[in-house]
């Protein structure tokens, strides 16, 4: 049986998060595709948290995790298609983590789950 998940070196994302310059401080015309992502996937169970890292042009949407599952990483996936299908005229990208630490600390916190709900989000 074949595992298709990528295993991400904490290393290879701290080169990825070096890109600051581009992060932006707020979500802009990403607010409403963002907090829809996140009120579809933080109804899954195994979720822990979502963030949201704005660029200019597209945004990363990171969902952390407790543990990593194929059942779990298919279930957002399909959340992150159904919404990319409501905003097709959006870019989207996103990462799964099982490991908070790795959320970058520019991230805009989406969901957390000891807030139990999505935040909304000021642009």
């Keep these: 049986m074949s595992n298709n998940s990528v295993i991400v070196k904490p290393e290879d994302l701290q080169k990825f998060i070096a890109l600051k310059p581009w992060i932006r401080k707020e979500l802009g015309v990403y607010k409403e595709v963002c907090e ?12 822990v ?7 200019s042009g597209y945004v990363d949407l990171w969902t952390v995790v407790k543990k990593r599952k194929r059942d779990l990483n298919l279930a957002i996936i399909d959340r992150l298609i159904e919404v990319g299908n ?3 005229d959006l870019f989207l990208d996103f990462v799964i983590i099982d ?25």
Excluded: N
């Excluded at 948290?49 to 660029?55: E, F, K, Q, T």
């Design 49 to 55: 948290a979502i963030g949201a890292l704005p660029y």
């Design 36 to 47: 829809a992502f996140a009120r579809k996937v933080s109804q899954l169970e195994g979720v």
């Design 99 to 123: 490991d908070a630490k790795l959320l970058p600390e520019e991230a805009i916190i989406l969901y957390q789950k000891d807030k139990k709900s999505v935040q909304s989000i000021s642009t």
């Design 86 to 88: 409501e905003y097709e």
